[in-house]
């Protein structure tokens, strides 16, 4: 997998993921398993369901994921619904906020199955 | 040994991140909740290193996990590392007053990961280890101690050749009297520490016979009043010598040790010596030590008499004919009369 050209793709940080995590090889196991993790479903499910507290916490996870595997676009806009969730219910209107988070969710979940 | 790590995270990448930078020099032990962490902390507490802990967790959250890793006792033992990507200051300082080591940041980097866990883990094992040692080394200075005073109390009885193993059975009489005190009486405030330390002391209580001369303290037959003046001073000779040995042991070694050598001859009634002391006034240790040293003498042959029987022994106390003794003291000599008895028919090989 050309993971150079995976990060390009979807707005992320190559250097920094291979100065933290070191290898390659590993870097491309742990981007193929965010590809199949289900925290995003869980997140649609939770607003689904208009679960505050679900949404906070699977905006927290993948916010959490992205700064591991350094998804920088991600990172940003997971980081900025999680933080809109902390104290419960919203103060405003997440729906762009939470557009930003599918589309650039969907953006690092293509970058790496169009490399595979 | 402490060679595992417990990572608990509900975010299955995280664990297997954490996982992978660890797995080298760790065997690891994953949970996914607080739950399941606490179950496996429990199982596996022996053998853990350290313990990386997620705080925002369904089920069980990383706070609870704290509280009951605190419950238990063990956060002393096995330190705990906080994964966080909160950044806020106030919830690092809320940790470290939970008891938690240090944080891991994410993003993860393995060789910060790596440098964090050995070094907290490294640090609590060295703790552990020193913890360990001076339990250790403790035990030894305190059987050490014990081993000097019974040498220095058999060192004295071998110059009285007639008196056997007497040392040795009135440190016994004297620990069943102190537990039975203990259980009895306690408004004399007796600890387990206490009946060791009273028991491990009565070896020293004719300490001062060191100090007397051959010809009274070997004489067959009865003493002359001005014999017995001297034979009396063995007490306080006991005391001085005691107080010379002040910096060798702990104070409450030393304290008992010197009650009992200087009262050991006091009796209840004020008529014993050297200083006439009258019930309570009279230390407990030497009370019990006191008793236990009549009663090893009536059962015992000495220069100047036969043994007399152990039923004679009993009677002739419970009758006030060696001296008063406290009703208390009585009343717990009269409660294990058969331990008495048991350890009046030991052979000597048997201590």
Redesign the interface.
């Known amino acids: 997998m050309d993971l150079r050209k995976v990060y390009a793709e979807c707005g992320g940080d190559y250097e920094d993921v291979i100065g933290r995590l070191i290898t390659e090889e590993r870097v491309e196991r742990f981007v193929k398993k965010f590809a199949d993790s289900t925290d995003y479903d869980m997140l649609m499910e939770a607003v689904a369901q208009n679960d505050h507290e679900g949404i906070f916490r699977y905006s927290h996870n993948l916010k959490g994921l992205s700064l591991n595997l350094s998804f920088t676009e991600l990172q940003k806009s997971s980081s900025e619904l999680c933080e809109l969730f902390r104290n419960g219910a919203p103060t405003e209107d997440y729906s762009e906020v939470l557009e930003r988070v599918t589309r650039d969710r969907k953006r690092v979940v293509d970058a790496i199955r169009s490399n595979e | 040994m402490r060679d595992s790590i417990l990572i608990v995270d509900?975010?299955?990448?995280?664990r297997?991140?954490l996982e992978?930078i660890l797995e080298d020099e760790y065997t690891i032990i994953k949970a996914k909740d607080g739950i399941e962490g606490i179950e496996l902390y429990t199982e596996h507490i022996d053998d853990l290193a350290a313990v990386l802990l997620d705080l925002?967790m369904?089920n069980m959250d990383g706070e609870e996990v704290l509280e009951k890793m605190a419950d238990m006792g063990t956060l002393a033992k096995v330190p705990v590392l906080v994964i966080s990507?909160e950044d806020s200051l106030a919830s690092e300082k809320e940790c470290f007053e939970l008891g938690v080591s240090d944080f891991i940041h994410?993003?993860?980097?393995?060789q910060l990961v790596r440098t964090r866990v050995n070094n907290v883990a490294s640090l609590y094992m060295y703790k552990e280890h020193l913890e360990e040692t001076i339990e250790e080394q403790l035990k030894t200075i305190h059987a050490r101690n014990a081993n000097l005073i019974d040498f220095i109390g058999s060192v004295v009885e071998s110059r009285s050749v007639e008196s056997g193993d007497h040392v040795r059975r009135v440190k016994a009489y004297t620990k069943i009297m102190a537990e039975e005190m203990m259980e009895s009486y306690p408004e004399y405030g007796i600890t387990e520490h206490d009946v060791k330390i009273i028991s491990r002391a009565s070896a020293l209580h004719d300490l001062g016979k060191i100090a007397i001369p051959d010809n009274i303290l070997l004489k067959p037959g009865r003493f002359t009043e001005e014999e017995f003046e001297i034979m009396k001073t063995h007490s306080m000779e006991g005391a001085k010598l005691v107080e010379h040995m002040k910096n060798m042991w702990d104070e409450d070694y030393q304290k008992a040790s010197y009650d009992i050598c200087r009262h050991h001859h006091e009796r209840y009634d004020g008529k014993g010596y050297p200083d006439g002391l009258k019930g309570e006034e009279i230390p407990i240790s030497a009370q019990l030590v006191s008793i236990s040293d009549v009663y090893d003498a009536l059962i015992s042959k000495r220069c100047y008499k036969d043994p007399f029987s152990k039923a004679n022994a009993f009677q002739m106390i419970i009758n006030g004919e060696c001296g008063q003794f406290s009703p208390k003291i009585i009343d717990c000599f009269e409660r294990r009369i058969d331990d008495f008895e048991k350890i009046a028919d030991m052979q000597m090989s048997a201590f």
């Open positions: 509900d975010v299955e990448i995280n297997d991140l992978e925002r369904p990507s994410k993003p993860f980097d393995d």
